[in-house]
């Protein structure tokens, strides 16, 4: 049977951000508009969506420790006076276990084709491996400039950071190298500007105000089942697929009803999910919630229920009917 739930918001806090190294030195872009497109590639947990969100200045992508926590090929889009740039976030690369995992490194490795610039982020704290090389390698036939981000680097110090930047530029051709903290907003600019400067001439892809072009049904359903990812453990995380199934805006009393479905591949799983009494569901709709009323700017009436649907990370088919991997 669907478990429903009507959520509530609730308050949250800031923390401080921690001190963090100094910002590298900006580019500069002379001329004409320049425009193009950039993707993001690097193992999972790299700091991927981090940065875009960063970029954008504004929440679009969702964000956990849980590998495969992108699971779809989107946009993002930041414009200056002079550029516009179109970030394509892509699922970390790895290595696939199911059906899903093999969609998804299809989808990042795809990305790499037709983009003028390729961004390869590397945790300052993680140590360059196979992974990594493996993804390097899929770098060496593309024409695109090619940069090292080196990402995270307020949770490491200057010699550690320095260790991984020699590392990690031993495994291919780079023409430039930003180290940066997105979550403590340092040297963003660097990157943009950097970025900014690599891009040719060319038209606004986007219209001015554009954040992203991912659909707002999977906006909504992406922001679920973030929260999820967050408040559970083990295998539960990695077997959650969510759906919005209705959205309605009422004009008048400025409220967005949305109904959505979380679905997982067993059980004991939904149980999980629910909770005793319904508390973790609701807990996730709360906070669920919360970011997509400032995200739509209006009051949110949020009604989510649970269902099973027996090992869907492997069925290609139902892998394709979430949008995973190559998007809606």
């Not at 993001?40 to 991927?48: D, E, F, I, S, T």
């Not at 276990?97 to 704290?125: H, K, M, P, Y």
């Not at 990812?229 to 309605?248: N, Y």
Request: proline share 4%; hydrophobic share 40%.
């Amino acid at each position: 049977m669907a478990e429903r739930n009507d959520a509530r918001a609730t308050e949250k806090s800031a923390s401080p951000a921690p001190e963090t190294h100094a910002d590298l030195g900006m580019g500069e872009v002379a001329g004409e508009f320049h425009s193009g497109f950039v993707t993001l590639v690097g193992r999972p947990n790299a700091g991927k969506s981090t940065l875009v969100n960063a970029v954008v200045g504004t929440k679009v992508a969702i964000t956990s420790s849980t590998p495969q926590t992108t699971r779809h090929r989107f946009t993002a889009v930041h414009e200056e006076p002079w550029a516009q740039i179109v970030m394509v976030d892509t699922p970390g690369i790895h290595k696939p276990i199911d059906a899903l995992g093999e969609e998804l490194n299809r989808s990042a490795i795809q990305a790499l084709a037709d983009v003028d610039v390729i961004a390869f982020l590397i945790d300052a704290t993680k140590t360059v491996g196979k992974g990594d090389e493996w993804i390097a390698r899929h770098l060496a036939d593309s024409k695109a400039h090619k940069v090292l981000v080196i990402t995270k680097s307020a949770l490491a110090d200057q010699a550690q950071v320095d260790r991984q930047v020699e590392r990690a530029q031993a495994l291919a051709s780079f023409e430039a190298t930003v180290v940066l903290s997105a979550l403590e907003g340092v040297n963003v600019d660097g990157f943009i500007a950097l970025i900014s400067s690599l891009l040719p001439e060319g038209p606004r892809w986007f219209p001015e105000g554009t954040d992203t072009d991912q659909p707002l049904e999977v906006i909504i359903a992406e922001f679920i089942r973030e929260k999820i990812l967050r408040s559970t453990t083990d295998e539960v995380p990695h077997a959650v697929g969510v759906m919005t199934d209705d959205l309605e805006y009422d004009k008048k009393k400025d409220l967005y009803r949305i109904f959505a479905t979380v679905y997982v591949e067993h059980e004991s799983q939904k149980g999980i999910i629910i909770g005793a009494k319904g508390a973790k569901i609701k807990q996730i709709g709360s906070e669920a919630r919360e970011d997509l009323e400032h995200f739509l700017g209006g009051r949110v009436f949020l009604d989510l229920r649970v269902k099973v649907k027996k090992d869907w990370r492997r069925d290609a088919a139902q892998i394709r009917r979430f949008g995973y991997g190559e998007g809606l």
